[in-house]
């Protein structure tokens, strides 16, 4: 029996490797990805480890129409089999899909026409275009600057695209089914997606999505020139996506338990990538390693906490956060990072803090901690020592080169309270030229420390003086 055959159109950038996914898990369905794509054929996730083959891109691009013959007949016994196409792929393809009246359509917009604009964007800087665990993400996310004419031409570009699409099915009268990338994160569309291909309700458990959130952060964290581009795009008919909300994380569920998972999700990780790096997840109630570091404030009652270094201000987020739920007056969460002051070489390797923006989302939810924008060693010499400053809980995450990580922790341990306690960001990370498991091995073997590890992502060591 041939198989019900259909194509997912869309244009980049509007979630159609998250329907593709999503449709491929029930188990009646076998969806390919961008099987004409220029670069690559690009087939079904679960097929990519295997040894599944339609042919080369050379041999598909010399006969386009019979590498689709051999996509509808490869079917591996699924009762349906498609695949998603973006415009500026085959247009031999192209036409043959949507002018055969036995492929069932299926054509994804995204409503927000900035956001698809500045992924789009994205995934050019970081050449990521597919991303299937957020472990595998670039991080930093970059940030983009947007050019209002470039945007405009993209979105006029989507448009025809998608006026080329309905034009041909609507004068060959054929029924297609429009799907919206918001309402799809959103989990609805399913019933609607699963009753245009006549695919039997499987059990909810079934369907699932498995491409990662990428770019979940607010627009005003995701683009250079928001403030510029807000003033351009006034009174257009852009003006509107500035501020549409995203659904492209789920609303975190209330709790009855000891953690707030909404409070979580939406101030402690948040837009902020980092947090990944500590076995949390950007605006996910996961915090990883993040409940230790709350946990360590909050025991120890820390009147002062210090973060050398933070890409993203989760560790300080944690601190204060302690500090507020105890009531602690007073009590100061201070973050020391170089910034711009860091060697561009070492930039290059560990990245750039996304927060050094006066309106960053950080910025705005945590305002009371206290920012030294300085070189470690600098802020040690000009703040803490002539201030006399003793600090309860020490988290050093800054220069993880071994001279760098060794001579925070020779400059700052000196300086802890009595029973203060220090944490050592990367102490799993044995990735070159990282160089804090070689502090904490020698830590270890020296009698003056009591060394604990968590691997927790990139790992986690806390570190406290043995009694004299």
């Given amino acids: 029996m041939r198989p019900v055959r259909f194509v997912i159109l869309a244009a980049p950038r509007t979630g159609s490797n998250m329907l593709c996914t999503l449709l491929g898990s029930h188990p009646s369905v076998l969806c390919h990805h961008e099987l004409f794509n220029p670069a690559g054929a690009y087939p079904a996730l679960e097929l990519r480890d295997s040894s599944f083959e339609l042919g080369d891109p050379e041999e598909r691009d010399r006969d386009p129409l019979r590498f689709l013959d051999r996509v509808w007949l490869a079917h591996l016994g699924h009762s349906h089999v498609g695949f998603k196409m973006t415009h500026r792929q085959n247009q031999a393809i192209l036409s043959s899909v949507l002018r055969d009246r036995d492929v069932r359509k299926i054509v994804l917009r995204r409503e927000n026409r900035l956001r698809t604009f500045v992924s789009r964007l994205i995934a050019e800087e970081t050449g990521q275009w597919e991303v299937y665990d957020e472990a595998d993400l670039t991080l930093p996310r970059p940030r983009v600057h947007v050019d209002v004419p470039a945007l405009r031409q993209a979105v006029a570009e989507d448009e025809a695209y998608y006026g080329e699409l309905e034009t041909v099915l609507d004068e060959t009268r054929q029924p297609f089914l429009g799907v919206r990338y918001e309402a799809l994160v959103a989990g609805g569309e399913r019933a609607r997606l699963l009753e245009f291909l006549e695919l039997p309700e499987p059990s909810p458990a079934c369907l699932s999505v498995r491409s990662a959130r990428q770019n979940p952060a607010e627009l005003r964290d995701l683009v250079v020139n928001f403030t510029e581009l807000e003033a351009a795009l006034a009174g257009t008919e852009l003006a509107g996506d500035l501020r549409m909300p995203d659904p492209s994380a789920p609303e975190p569920r209330a709790a009855s338990g000891l953690v707030d998972r909404r409070f979580v999700a939406e101030q402690l990780t948040g837009p902020d990538p980092w947090c990944a790096s500590h076995g949390a997840a950007p605006d996910s109630p996961e915090l990883g390693a993040g409940m230790l570091y709350y946990a360590l404030a909050y025991a120890l009652r820390a009147s002062v906490c210090v973060c050398l270094g933070s890409g993203g201000g989760f560790v300080p987020r944690l601190m204060r956060q302690a500090q507020r739920d105890l ?127 968590f691997p927790i992502r990139y790992g986690t060591t806390i570190v406290k003086r043995n009694p004299a």
């Fill in 327 to 453: 009531g602690l007056e007073p009590s100061r969460t201070i973050l020391v990072d170089g910034g711009d002051r860091v060697a561009e070489e070492k930039r290059a390797i560990w990245g750039s803090p996304a927060w050094t923006e006066p309106d960053s989302w950080f910025r705005r939810a945590y305002p009371d901690v206290e920012i030294v924008l300085s070189l470690t060693e600098a802020a040690h010499r000009e703040l803490f020592i002539p201030n006399g400053i003793t600090i309860d809980y020490l988290h050093i995450d800054a220069d993880h080169h071994y001279e760098g990580v060794r001579l925070d922790f020779d400059l700052f341990a000196p300086i802890l309270a009595e029973g203060g306690v220090i944490t050592l960001h990367d102490s799993s990370n044995y990735r070159e030229p990282c160089g804090v498991p070689r502090l904490v091995e020698e830590l270890r073997g020296g009698s003056d420390y009591a060394v604990v590890d």
